[in-house]
């Protein structure tokens, strides 16, 4: 075992030795260890070098505050930027120093990650033992209580302490409280786990660490609570001096939790420079456990009574009124000199004391962990006892208790974790008992002087006088900006970047605000604070990920004929969130060569679609078609029951939104459908106008989407299949006319059959209940072979639709065409007095009668296809830009029926230059192109009857 | 290990900034609004229009709003010729700017790509390339492949669930170190003799009939010949003092970085469906923005399911995310407007000229719009490039629907 | 995260709701009869007010009723929920 391990105490497993390489060379440490109290039991204190500077840097803390010793994880799994202090050791670990900037893994990250939601009366943050005594006491209370800490164990600072409770070892205490929390079956323990974030309405996020080897590696809580009480501790301030940054000066408190935690010492020969009683603690300790103590070095006048006499009798030599003013030492600190400073004087006496060390443990008083506090919108203020910022007014079901609220003793953090439960408790409108607390007996506590810094005899500029050691920002750099102008604390912290590293600040943050105050000469009470913000401790992309990765990235919607599809080796198109074939090709036949042949037999034979992804809205009420009539922008009252028409939906402004049918069902109950991609958002939009303009209309609006499967038969032959399997259904063009819907059964299955078409030729549209959808869309298939029935899918349907001039909503419109523009006047009813977006028809932009519109090109070269996107200019030769610009081309195909390239344009004034040639990009090149009317392919409507 | 510094070869700032004056009583014309945008506008209204008797007022501290709050990211492509116009005119002076205000902005041109992820989105990316063109800006139309041989680290495999179809890339697109910008804007207003008051919030407007005099702030009534807002998402509260109603609402729009990393990331990757944006700035953090979350807020902050699913996009196109780790999130306010179009011009008042409605894409307009405000200020009426984004067009219907091009943003 | 008191459900996350800007924005009786500008008053201008602020939510993954909600729009604190208004008439 090394000298710097004892041989007894702490909470590691002796009897588990775990090995670890850091920076190449192999460790041994123990179960129970962090890296970092691994590494100091090995002697090594240099992690890393500083950022800017590259100076050597230790290990400084013990928890989450470590500015210093950052390291990159390279087994079990790359992982940069971790602080030593929160590295839990493992068997096999790797890991390197960091200069302050990390490495992300080239391999996939192999671990889960996941989250759960969870909902309680008190949340109380950190486990030490405030967070104990208002865990218990909420918990006896009946509250439904979590309790959560980062720590792999409850305790929190009384596991790093030689504290006694009822005069037996505090962990006895620890526990008891563990073993009474276990009991209560309302209360939920949560070790290893970080709230990190306290947002509106008690909704706080926190990562449970649940190791690298478990299921999932971490797990983020979403917990809403009634109340919540933090218990978050405080963290150790250090003091600005000279030379303040070698490896070998600790945090006075971290020293002693790695002696009482790891059974470990940071040297041989300890000098303490402190600001407050604390760090008495730590030399008592380290000097009890066989470290000499070289002096403690304290820059208040006097040293409180009890431990002046418990160093005395460990001859421990004491210096009140003193300072250390540097540091010397190459890779370690080797020398502390210090001068007399009395607390009346600017600076410490020019006569230095050498001291010879290999550590240095600082402390300048504690700061209460008020981040998430912050977070929650609590106010804080400055406390000129502490030196610190405590919580000052707290946001309703929020409280502060311990250490976090800025108590000094033990005795007084059980208390006051104990009234905070209690008062959690009574909020939740429970009754809370007055608790019977341990007692610690603690030492009072004196309060300390305030010192930022100490000024240097050697260092005027403050070069080497580090004020936040990860971002290498000295006092000469607060110097600077205050001489470039700077007063406000956002602006010198920006320009220093003090407090914006990977630890935000923890150790300097506040440090650097009164470093600040001071050389701007303003008064300690001016000292301002900057932001707290989520997340308190840094937290990895994947784990705020969660499960949704890949598929449950967002949910996939399929048909009820989707593996069919599958089957046929169809790709697929995302559509919103659905998966719609794009094509079906055969053997290797490419895209372009597939929907040429599919348009061909939808054109000469019959094809056969999945359609079932339109969105459709089951529209009921004795209101329903006065309804639709404002919603719509064509008039649906007069349609008459079995019949179906061709609906648009513009918004309030004029534009088009949406397009679909509607077919009347019965006097006051319509089944209207939307876009596919649309449908949730028409149906919102619905619901809006009518709850809250429209109330007094009778409606009722229900989604039936993924009621029905439907099918669409398409192409001269359609008629044919139908009525091999709807045998009982007449079909012919007057039993069955065009735009009307009837109830049938159709493979044995009741289905309602709509003859519609946005193809032109004669269609069918078959809806089933969507579970029989794959075996009507067989029964189809197979009555339709001897016809040559060809699936096809979204591509052909776009070509056959493009050949009769339909637009798609979404794609030949982009939310600034009306329908006039559109070329669908006739879609617009003049008679209504009103319909959304009416009004908005004669404003005097939307009114124009040279807008951009939607106009037929056909390609002077016909093998040619124009780009989608390509924009239409007049010129055949480009002018230098910028170019006035005509419009653009919305959709473009090859179509089998007019053997050639044609395209659907947004064009200004297209519907004027009708038989123009204008010129549409491609790549660097101009092509020339025709503009047409936009229905290219049997324009008289002769082949929809068959 | 040879030990990097990052960050150690950024500049130094100079040795001077900016003095802190009191407000004098009276000026030619008073800014209200210490962002970039108010930096800038008074820069131009000093350099183009020669005058220097011009106050900037901030509430807080100078360029403490969005400026400080934004991913910074610089580009021109935009779909509609009103708004590649001026965009492309900030991108032109962005490109001279260093030199002009003798200060290192962190400009790099580094390009953005911009992902496709539906066919529709490769039409409308298409579409904005060939338009771009034509406007003179630099704009290409990159396949998958191309894509990956850009930006290495996106997954462009068809695994994903909205596999990326492909991409815009804008060479000449980049990002810039805003306090740089505000800081440089500032030294050389310093130096022309503006006057930048801080800690000075603008509560009212003096006003004789339908002519604005002055403002009212915390530090004493101000009289001005003319009065600018770029007040950003605090427009409306102002504007409410005079009765004056602006179609903006104020939304809260977070952003987060990573800690310091290893350069991985070259260039600016931005994504609608997948939404994310995300660059890797010059000392090796990473720099996301999220989503606008959907209410109005002026709190600073936003929700946190927001940035959970802003890390699931994260992760999604980048893998190699997984194990970066958020370090710190933050929110600005942005003002929305209903066509996701600024409004830079003229107001009902005399003497009172607003400039607001950015939304998300506010930063890469500062030069351009403070050359064109400036220009309206000083002559009282719209230079040609911010003629279009008028009030008025509100009442024409003649919008400059951006939803497209600037989705979630930037 | 706020915490939205829907009338009808009760207190639900806010990642269940619509957000639909402010409430009482009354559609004009007769649009045919209004000017252009207050027809754009209409579509585009809402209050936009910091603090207090009347505003529209959905319970969209729940009960699919607009409500009507006071909050404070700096804090983010909701003052009351009212079913009463859910209507801008």
């Known amino acids: 075992m090394s000298r710097f391990r004892l041989r007894t105490g702490g909470r590691i497993d002796r009897d588990r030795p775990l090995r670890f390489t850091f920076d190449g060379r ?502 301002g604070t900057t932001t707290f913000r989520a997340p308190y401790t840094p937290v990895a992309f994947a784990a705020l990920a969660g499960r949704e990765r890949g598929d449950l990235y967002d949910p996939v919607r399929v048909t009820s004929i989707h593996d069919w599809h599958v089957e046929q080796g169809a790709p697929f198109e995302d559509v919103g969130q659905w998966k719609r074939p794009w094509y079906y090709p055969r053997g290797d036949e490419d895209m372009e060569a597939a929907v040429l042949r599919e348009c061909g037999a939808v054109r000469s034979g019959v094809g056969i679609q999945d359609v079932s992804t339109l969105g459709k809205i089951d529209v009921q009420g004795p209101d329903a078609a006065e309804f639709l009539d404002l919603v719509y922008t064509n008039k649906m009252s007069t349609l008459k029951v079995g019949r179906v028409r061709y609906g648009l939906m513009c918004h309030a402004d004029g534009m088009v939104f949406d397009d679909g049918t509607v077919a009347r ?192 090109l056909l390609p002077a070269d016909p093998d040619l296809v124009l780009a989608e996107g390509a924009q239409v200019v007049e010129h055949p030769e480009l002018p230098a830009p910028p170019v006035p610009m005509l419009g653009h081309v919305t959709s473009s195909y090859r179509s089998a029926v007019l053997e050639r390239g044609f395209a659907l344009a947004l064009v200004e004034a297209g519907r004027d230059r009708i038989g123009d040639t204008v010129h549409a990009t491609a790549g660097d090149r101009l092509v020339a192109a025709t503009i047409t009317d936009h229905v290219f392919y049997d324009k008289e409507g002769a082949r929809r009857d068959g | 290990m040879a030990p990097r510094t990052p960050g150690a070869d950024l500049p130094e700032h100079p040795e001077w900034l900016w003095s802190s004056p009191e407000p004098k009583a009276s000026y030619d014309a008073v800014i209200v609004g210490g962002g970039g945008h108010g930096l800038a506008t008074a820069y131009y209204l000093a350099v183009n229009h020669g005058m220097t008797d011009i106050a900037v007022l901030e509430k807080g501290w100078l360029a403490g709003g969005n400026m400080a709050r934004n991913t910074t990211i610089i580009r021109s492509n935009y779909l509609w010729d009103e708004s590649a116009g001026l965009y492309e005119h900030s991108l032109k002076l962005w490109e001279g700017l260093e030199d002009e205000l003798d200060y290192p902005l962190l400009f790099s041109q580094r390009g953005v790509l911009n992902l496709a992820h539906s066919l529709q989105d490769v039409r409308d990316s298409v579409r904005r390339v060939n338009a771009n063109r034509l406007n003179g800006i630099d704009a290409e139309w990159l396949d998958p492949a191309q894509v990956a041989e850009v930006c290495p680290i996106i997954d462009t495999s068809e695994d994903l669930r909205y596999p990326v179809m492909g991409a815009t890339w804008q060479p000449r697109a980049g990002i810039a170190k805003h306090d740089h910008v505000a800081w440089g804007f500032a030294r050389a207003l310093d130096r022309m003799g503006v006057d930048i008051v801080q800690n000075c919030e603008v509560t009212g407007f003096e006003r004789v009939g339908d002519r604005i005099v002055g403002v009212e702030t915390t530090r004493g009534p101000i009289r001005a010949g003319k009065v600018a807002m770029a007040a950003a998402g605090h427009s409306s509260v102002l504007a409410d003092t005079l009765g004056l109603r602006l179609p903006v609402q104020s939304h809260p729009l977070q952003a987060l970085v990573s800690e310091l990393l290893e350069p991985v990331h070259p260039t600016v990757v931005m994504s609608n469906a997948v939404h994310v944006y995300v660059s890797q700035a010059h000392k090796g953090e990473l720099v996301l923005g999220a989503g606008i979350d959907a209410y109005n807020s002026y709190s600073q902050r936003g929700a946190f399911h927001t940035i959970e699913r802003q890390m699931a996009a994260a992760v999604e196109l980048f893998p190699m995310f997984a194990r970066a780790h958020v370090l710190r999130t933050w929110g600005g306010v942005v003002d929305v407007t209903p066509d996701a179009s600024a409004i830079v011009g003229l107001t009902p008042f005399e003497g009172l000229y607003v400039n607001c409605g950015w939304g998300t894409g506010g930063f890469k307009a500062t030069p351009g719009v403070g050359w064109c405000f400036a220009h309206t200020i000083a002559n009282d009426g719209p230079h040609p490039l911010n003629a279009p984004f008028s009030l008025e067009r509100f009442t024409t219907g003649a919008l400059v629907d951006e939803h497209g091009a600037s989705g979630v943003a930037h | 995260m706020m915490l939205i008191p829907c009338p009808w459900c009760g207190p639900r996350d806010e990642i269940e709701f619509h957000y639909g800007g402010q409430a009482g924005v009354a559609y004009p009786q007769d649009p045919q009869a209004v000017s252009d500008q207050d027809w754009a008053e209409f579509l585009f201008f809402r209050d936009n007010p910091r603090g207090e602020f009347a505003e529209r939510w959905l319970h969209a993954a729940g009960c699919r009723r607009w409500f009507g909600l006071r909050r404070d729009t700096v804090t983010n604190r909701v003052l009351d929920s009212d079913d009463t208004r859910t209507v801008t008439q």
């Open chain 1, 26 to 527: 192999e460790y041994q440490g123990y179960e129970g260890d962090t890296l970092a109290s691994a590494l100091l039991a090995n002697g090594v204190h240099q992690v890393a070098t500083s950022i800017k500077h590259g100076r050597p840097r230790g290990i400084m803390a013990a928890g989450v505050e470590e500015p210093n010793a950052l390291v990159q994880i390279e087994k079990p799994f790359p992982e940069p930027m971790q602080t030593a202090t929160t590295v839990r050791l493992a068997d096999g670990l790797e890991a390197t120093g960091l200069p302050g900037q990390g490495r992300l893994a080239t391999d996939p990250d192999p671990a889960r990650y996941d989250s759960m939601h969870a909902h309680c009366d008190v949340l109380v943050v950190g486990a030490g033992p405030a967070g104990l005594t208002a865990a218990l006491t909420a918990a006896r209370s009946g509250a439904r209580v979590i309790v959560a800490d980062a720590d792999t164990e409850f305790g929190g600072g009384l596991l790093g302490t030689s504290e006694r409770l009822d005069g037996a070892p505090a962990d006895t205490w620890v526990r008891q409280a563990v073993a009474e929390l276990d009991r209560y079956p309302e209360v939920r323990q949560l070790p290893g786990t970080t709230v990190f974030g306290h947002y509106e309405n008690n909704y706080l996020v926190a990562l449970e660490h649940r190791g690298e080897h478990a299921h999932t590696r971490q797990r983020v809580w979403r917990i809403r609570a009634r109340e919540v009480v933090h218990a978050t501790g405080s963290h150790e301030r250090p003091l600005v001096f000279s030379g303040n940054d070698r490896p070998g000066i600790l945090l006075a408190g971290a020293a002693r939790t790695y002696l009482h935690r790891y059974g470990v010492v940071p040297g041989e020969r300890v000098a303490v420079f402190t600001t407050d009683d604390s760090a008495y603690a730590a030399a008592v300790d380290l000097h009890d456990a066989g470290v000499e103590i070289a002096a403690v070095v304290d820059a208040r006048g006097s040293v409180p009574p009890p431990w002046e006499s418990l160093c005395t009798e460990r001859g421990i030599t004491l210096m009140p009124g003193s300072a250390v003013v540097t540091t010397s030492g190459r890779e370690r600190i080797d020398q502390v000199r210090v001068a007399p400073w009395w607390q009346d004087e600017a600076a410490p006496g020019a006569e230095h004391t050498r001291i010879a060390c290999d550590t240095l443990l600082v402390s300048g008083g504690w700061n209460p962990a008020v981040h998430l506090h912050s977070q929650a919108r609590g106010g804080l203020c400055f406390s000129e006892d502490l030196g610190a910022f405590v919580p000052d007014g707290y946001p309703p079901s929020v409280r502060s208790a311990g250490s976090a609220a800025g108590e000094p003793t033990t005795d007084a953090c059980l208390a006051s974790g104990a009234d905070a439960g209690a008062r959690a408790a009574v909020a939740c409108g429970l009754t809370a008992e007055p608790a019977d607390l341990p007692r610690a007996g603690s030492v009072p506590v004196r309060s300390g002087r305030t010192v930022w810094m100490v000024p240097s005899p050697t260092d005027s500029t403050g070069d080497t006088q580090y004020v936040d050691l990860a971002r290498d920002a000295t006092v000469a750099d607060v110097r600077r900006a205050i001489g470039a102008g700077m007063e406000s604390v956002e602006h010198i912290k920006r320009y220093t970047t003090l407090s914006t590293a990977h630890d935000q600040g923890k150790t300097s943050g506040t440090l650097a605000s009164g470093v600040i105050t001071e050389l701007l000469g303003r008064s300690t009470g001016e000292i």
């Open chain 1, 665 to 856: 069902v019965d006097e006051h109950r319509y089944l209207i459908t939307t876009t596919s991609g649309g449908a949730a958002g028409v149906l919102q939009w619905l619901e809006d106008w009518l709850q809250t303009e429209w109330p007094h209309l009778r409606v009722h609006l229900t989604s039936v989407t993924e009621h029905w499967a439907t099918i669409a038969l398409a192409g001269p032959r359609s008629r044919e299949v139908l009525s091999r399997v709807a045998p009982g259904m007449e079909l012919d063009k007057d039993g069955f006319p065009f735009m009307s819907w009837k109830d049938g059964t159709v493979a044995g299955h009741g289905a309602r059959v709509f003859r519609i078409s946005f193809s032109g030729e004669l269609a069918f549209e078959v809806s089933v209940p969507w579970w029989h959808g794959r075996e009507v869309w067989e029964a189809l298939v197979e009555a339709g072979e001897p016809l040559g029935i060809t699936p096809y899918g979204t591509e052909t349907m776009h070509v056959l639709r493009a050949e009769k001039g339909l637009p798609i909503v979404g794609q030949d419109t982009d939310g600034t065409v009306t329908p006039y523009d559109l070329g669908m006047g006739w879609a617009v009813s003049k008679k209504k007095d009103d319909f959304l977006g009416k009004r908005s028809f004669t404003r005097a932009d939307t009114a124009r009668t040279d807008r951009k519109q939607l106009v037929g």
